[in-house]
């Protein structure tokens, strides 16, 4: 496979911008803050009632949202459509008006230019999330999406540009690293027109002709929109499509996954294989959905316990720790240097060792994405209607109860029907994994294809056993995770 | 347009204050007179059938009959089912309620109903580590 057979698989990709209703709002120039505004509300009414509504997670608007709906939604749209939640995203919305009052003076550090720092917040969100169960908590959760706002206003009250979406932001990369597998990017349509064009107002911003202030803004993610390779750092938040004076920026199909291949310069981002952080990135998303999903079935307390009777440890935080090592450092250090090597001395691979890995690391995401989907999907069908008696019992703590009494027998589809769709996203990231780092040994081994792929695949096959065996264990919610 | 300084920081405090002010903010302590002694049977708890019981006794310490009281067990994690069933006073005061629980975890069990004078009871117990079977 390679990317002039991908091209030709698809010649005439399918433009969102050109359908009815979508069109036009994308490119009306207010189209992101009328997104952001609803979700601002929405964020807003989590804030106060898990501030001051119930203390019992089912029946709070911070945990059932933030923990079921946005989740389960998020994975859904990444997987359907693209990075759509990163353009509504609240936060910007907060940052975009405190910008009119003060603007940032620094520019982030050159050092931290990359996603190391993103990285150790993605682990420390899953860490907290276990150690705190902040699940179970409305006060923690509505305490989680005020700081995440906090840091907003301070990140990027500080440092110009979105170095907050770019350099910070987990949820963000969470998003970066899931849209290389949506089936839409912003992309240009034509490179001729940008190679006539002399402005560059995608990258630099769209100039008033007679004050040569900026009018509309250039993408802030530094991504060029002509060199621009897939949806890595893009938060679709259309500022490219908006400046472009030929209209030239649409938002296009294209294969899922195929970004993943290829080692281009990317705009804005660079060489995929020589960039480790992105690749610990990759391995934190994939090994991450894992852990994430061990954190809430019965044989993690087991193991939690025997730690902590081995270790003499009765904190929590130390053999949380120790799990989180084992997941997100030894497991991968040992199935991806295997792999590595594996491949070196079958394919007879001439390739350096850290980039051969950092290469292959990428081909791992499908298959993380199909467990995150498979763990978020499961918690957002199995309880899709509880937003009806939590929105009932919120509106009516406010003095509004004309959505009637809760009705908290509502939940979602059973679970045994879900089980089923979260078998079918991790079948399809599997597929995913194997056609990417299959794709990978064909590019880069034209001659030894089959050797070097074998061993990723044996990668895969490991996390595909490994997720499957995780969706089939009996969940267990507990609070606490090391029992007496 | 920037605004000065200490605009910003008047900004700030005011932020810093409703955080503090938020921060400070409790539930408020429901308890009303009525003492309840909650009981889940058998022990340890293990998933499926489990009975509920609890002795409902007035500020003198004399049992408090005739409550209508539903019981509603809720994990502590949003999106799961609910179990919900009707306490029998089998002894003057003393009130039963057979519950299925359905998963293994920390279940949050409620009590909410109405006295026989009309006051409402509202009253929340925690079941940690139910165990499956």
């Not at chain 1, 400046?243 to 310069?265: F, K, M, Q, W």
């Not at chain 1, 594996?342 to 001439?350: E, H, I, K, M, S």
């Not at chain 1, 292959?360 to 999907?377: E, Q, R």
């Not at chain 2, 009130?95 to 629980?101: A, D, G, I, R, V």
Request: proline share 6%; with cysteine.
């Amino acid at each position: 496979m390679n990317q002039i057979s991908i091209q030709n698989l698809d010649p005439t990709p399918f433009d969102l911008m050109q359908v009815p209703v979508l069109g036009p709002l994308f490119r009306w120039r207010y189209a992101r803050p009328f997104l952001q505004a609803p979700l601002l509300l929405v964020s807003v009414a989590m804030i106060l009632h898990g501030l001051f509504g119930p203390s019992l997670a089912p029946k709070n608007l911070a945990t059932t949202l933030s923990w079921l709906h946005f989740r389960g939604v998020l994975v859904l749209v990444l997987l359907c459509a693209g990075n759509f939640f990163c353009l509504a995203c609240p936060f910007m919305l907060v940052r975009q008006v405190a910008r009119r009052f003060s603007r940032p003076r620094f520019t982030w550090p050159r050092a931290l230019r990359n996603k190391w720092v993103s990285v150790a917040l993605f682990v420390l969100i899953l860490f907290t999330y276990e150690l705190f169960d902040l699940w179970s908590s409305p006060w923690w959760t509505a305490w989680l999406i005020i700081g995440y706002f906090l840091s907003v206003l301070v990140v990027d009250g500080l440092f110009k540009h979105a170095t907050f979406c770019k350099f910070v932001c987990p949820i963000g990369q969470f998003n970066f690293v899931a849209s290389t597998l949506s089936p839409f990017e912003v992309k240009v349509r034509d490179q001729d027109v940008c190679t006539r064009c002399l402005t560059k107002d995608c990258i630099r911003g769209r100039r008033d002709a007679t004050s040569d202030l900026v009018v509309i803004r250039g993408c802030e993610l530094a991504l060029f929109q002509p060199r621009k390779v897939g949806n890595m750092d893009c938060t679709f938040c259309l500022d490219c499509i908006h400046a472009c004076p030929h209209d030239n920026v649409g938002i296009l199909s294209r294969l899922p996954g195929t970004e993943l291949l290829g080692d281009s310069l990317r705009s804005g981002i660079g060489y995929f294989s020589r960039r480790n952080d992105l690749a610990a990135l990759a391995v934190v998303f994939t090994f991450g959905a894992l852990l994430n999903a061990f954190g809430m079935v019965s044989p993690v307390y087991a193991v939690e316990n025997w730690l902590g009777k081995v270790l003499h440890v009765s904190h929590e935080a130390p053999v949380l720790g120790l799990i989180f090592a084992a997941f997100l450092i030894l497991e991968p250090v040992l199935l991806l240097g295997s792999a590595g090597l594996l491949t070196q001395a079958w394919g007879g691979v001439q390739r350096a060792f850290l980039p051969l890995v950092v290469r292959y690391s990428y081909g791992l995401v499908p298959m993380g994405f199909g467990m995150w989907l498979a763990h978020y999907s499961f918690h957002f069908l199995t309880g899709l209607y509880t937003i009806i008696p939590v929105t009932q019992n919120f509106l009516a703590s406010l003095g509004f109860p004309f959505l009637g009494e809760p009705r908290w027998t509502l939940t979602g589809l059973p679970a045994n029907a879900v089980q089923v769709i979260e078998i079918g996203f991790l079948v399809l990231g599997f597929a995913g994994s194997l056609a990417v780092t299959h794709g990978l040994a064909d590019e880069d081994f034209p001659a030894n294809a089959l050797r070097a792929f074998i061993p990723w695949a044996a990668v895969c096959a490991v996390l595909f056993g490994a997720s499957l065996w995780l969706i089939f264990q009996p969940m267990e919610m507990r609070a606490t995770l090391m029992s007496g | 347009m920037v605004i000065s300084c200490a605009k910003s920081c008047r900004l700030v405090w005011v932020i810093v204050a409703i955080g503090v002010g938020v921060c400070c903010h409790r539930p408020p302590n429901t308890s009303r007179g009525v003492t309840v002694e909650f009981q889940i049977k058998p022990k340890p708890v293990r998933v499926g059938p489990v009975v509920i019981c609890f002795t409902l006794t007035d500020a003198v310490n004399h049992p408090v009959t005739g409550a209508q009281i539903e019981v509603e067990g809720d994990m502590s994690h949003a999106g799961m089912s609910p179990v919900f069933a009707q306490a029998n006073e089998v002894h003057p005061g003393r009130y039963e309620s057979p519950l299925s629980l359905a998963m293994a975890g920390d279940w949050v069990i409620l009590l909410h109903g109405a006295l026989r004078n009309g006051e409402k009871l509202e009253r929340q117990f925690d079941v940690r580590d139910v165990r499956p079977n």
